[in-house]
Nanobody, 124 residues
Framework: QVQLVESGGGLVQTGGSLRLSCAASGRTFSSYVLGWFRQAPGKERELVAAISRRGLATFYADSVKGRFTISRDSAKNTVNLQMDSLKPEDTAVYYC?????????????????WGQGTQVTVSS
Protein backbone atom coordinates (compact mmCIF):
# COMPACT_ATOMS: atom_id res chain seq x y z
CA GLN A 1 0.00 0.00 0.00
CA VAL A 2 1.31 3.45 -0.94
CA GLN A 3 -0.20 6.80 -0.05
CA LEU A 4 0.73 9.79 -2.19
CA VAL A 5 0.35 13.46 -1.31
CA GLU A 6 1.11 16.21 -3.83
CA SER A 7 2.13 19.78 -3.10
CA GLY A 8 3.51 22.79 -4.93
CA GLY A 9 0.72 23.75 -7.29
CA GLY A 10 -0.45 27.30 -7.75
CA LEU A 11 -0.89 30.24 -10.09
CA VAL A 12 1.98 31.37 -12.30
CA GLN A 13 2.37 33.59 -15.35
CA THR A 14 3.33 32.32 -18.78
CA GLY A 15 7.04 31.56 -18.88
CA GLY A 16 7.25 31.01 -15.15
CA SER A 17 8.23 27.92 -13.16
CA LEU A 18 6.71 25.67 -10.54
CA ARG A 19 8.03 22.64 -8.72
CA LEU A 20 5.60 19.91 -7.74
CA SER A 21 6.46 17.41 -5.05
CA CYS A 22 4.83 14.14 -4.12
CA ALA A 23 5.50 12.53 -0.76
CA ALA A 24 4.97 8.78 -0.57
CA SER A 25 4.38 6.69 2.50
CA GLY A 26 5.38 3.06 2.78
CA ARG A 27 8.66 1.20 2.91
CA THR A 28 8.39 -0.08 -0.67
CA PHE A 29 8.69 3.28 -2.40
CA SER A 30 11.59 2.09 -4.55
CA SER A 31 9.48 -0.81 -5.85
CA TYR A 32 7.26 1.48 -7.91
CA VAL A 33 7.50 3.31 -11.17
CA LEU A 34 6.30 6.86 -10.50
CA GLY A 35 4.45 9.15 -12.81
CA TRP A 36 2.94 12.60 -13.03
CA PHE A 37 -0.36 12.90 -14.86
CA ARG A 38 -2.51 15.93 -15.58
CA GLN A 39 -6.14 16.49 -16.38
CA ALA A 40 -7.57 19.68 -17.83
CA PRO A 41 -11.31 20.41 -17.75
CA GLY A 42 -13.15 18.35 -20.35
CA LYS A 43 -10.06 16.35 -21.27
CA GLU A 44 -8.77 12.90 -20.45
CA ARG A 45 -6.07 12.37 -17.88
CA GLU A 46 -2.69 12.15 -19.61
CA LEU A 47 0.78 11.11 -18.59
CA VAL A 48 3.20 14.02 -18.40
CA ALA A 49 6.33 12.24 -17.14
CA ALA A 50 7.39 8.95 -15.56
CA ILE A 51 10.53 7.69 -13.87
CA SER A 52 11.79 4.15 -13.37
CA ARG A 53 12.33 2.46 -10.03
CA ARG A 54 15.97 3.42 -9.74
CA GLY A 55 15.58 6.70 -11.58
CA LEU A 56 17.70 5.60 -14.52
CA ALA A 57 15.01 5.93 -17.16
CA THR A 58 12.45 8.65 -17.78
CA PHE A 59 9.56 9.32 -20.12
CA TYR A 60 8.16 12.70 -21.14
CA ALA A 61 5.14 13.61 -23.18
CA ASP A 62 6.09 15.46 -26.36
CA SER A 63 4.25 18.55 -25.13
CA VAL A 64 6.58 18.97 -22.14
CA LYS A 65 9.93 17.71 -23.41
CA GLY A 66 12.69 20.18 -22.70
CA ARG A 67 10.54 22.10 -20.21
CA PHE A 68 9.69 19.59 -17.45
CA THR A 69 12.04 17.40 -15.42
CA ILE A 70 11.01 14.47 -13.25
CA SER A 71 13.22 13.22 -10.42
CA ARG A 72 12.93 10.96 -7.41
CA ASP A 73 14.65 10.87 -4.05
CA SER A 74 14.44 7.43 -2.51
CA ALA A 75 15.95 8.61 0.78
CA LYS A 76 13.10 11.09 1.19
CA ASN A 77 10.42 9.01 -0.56
CA THR A 78 9.57 11.86 -2.89
CA VAL A 79 9.08 12.36 -6.59
CA ASN A 80 9.32 15.85 -8.03
CA LEU A 81 8.30 17.58 -11.23
CA GLN A 82 10.19 20.74 -12.13
CA MET A 83 8.13 22.72 -14.62
CA ASP A 84 9.79 25.56 -16.51
CA SER A 85 8.68 27.81 -19.37
CA LEU A 86 5.07 27.17 -18.43
CA LYS A 87 2.31 27.80 -20.95
CA PRO A 88 -1.42 28.38 -20.49
CA GLU A 89 -2.04 24.94 -22.00
CA ASP A 90 -0.21 23.42 -19.02
CA THR A 91 -3.12 24.47 -16.81
CA ALA A 92 -4.58 21.34 -15.22
CA VAL A 93 -4.87 19.32 -12.05
CA TYR A 94 -1.63 17.37 -11.67
CA TYR A 95 -1.62 13.92 -10.09
CA CYS A 96 1.18 11.78 -8.76
CA UNK A 97 0.79 8.03 -9.33
CA UNK A 98 2.64 4.78 -8.60
CA UNK A 99 2.74 1.64 -10.72
CA UNK A 100 3.83 -1.97 -10.16
CA UNK A 101 4.11 -2.53 -13.93
CA UNK A 102 7.43 -3.12 -15.65
CA UNK A 103 8.83 -0.48 -17.96
CA UNK A 104 7.43 3.04 -18.06
CA UNK A 105 3.70 2.63 -18.56
CA UNK A 106 1.75 5.49 -20.07
CA UNK A 107 -1.81 4.32 -19.41
CA UNK A 108 -3.72 5.39 -16.32
CA UNK A 109 -4.86 1.75 -16.00
CA UNK A 110 -1.28 0.69 -15.23
CA UNK A 111 -1.06 2.86 -12.12
CA UNK A 112 -2.26 1.44 -8.85
CA UNK A 113 -2.06 4.36 -6.45
CA TRP A 114 -2.96 8.02 -6.91
CA GLY A 115 -2.62 11.25 -5.03
CA GLN A 116 -5.48 13.72 -4.60
CA GLY A 117 -4.11 16.15 -7.18
CA THR A 118 -2.83 19.71 -7.10
CA GLN A 119 -4.04 22.58 -9.29
CA VAL A 120 -1.63 24.33 -11.64
CA THR A 121 -2.89 27.46 -13.38
CA VAL A 122 -0.81 29.36 -15.93
CA SER A 123 -2.10 32.80 -16.81
CA SER A 124 -1.49 34.38 -20.19
Amino acid sequence: QVQLVESGGGLVQTGGSLRLSCAASGRTFSSYVLGWFRQAPGKERELVAAISRRGLATFYADSVKGRFTISRDSAKNTVNLQMDSLKPEDTAVYYCAASNTNGLPTSTRAYDYWGQGTQVTVSS
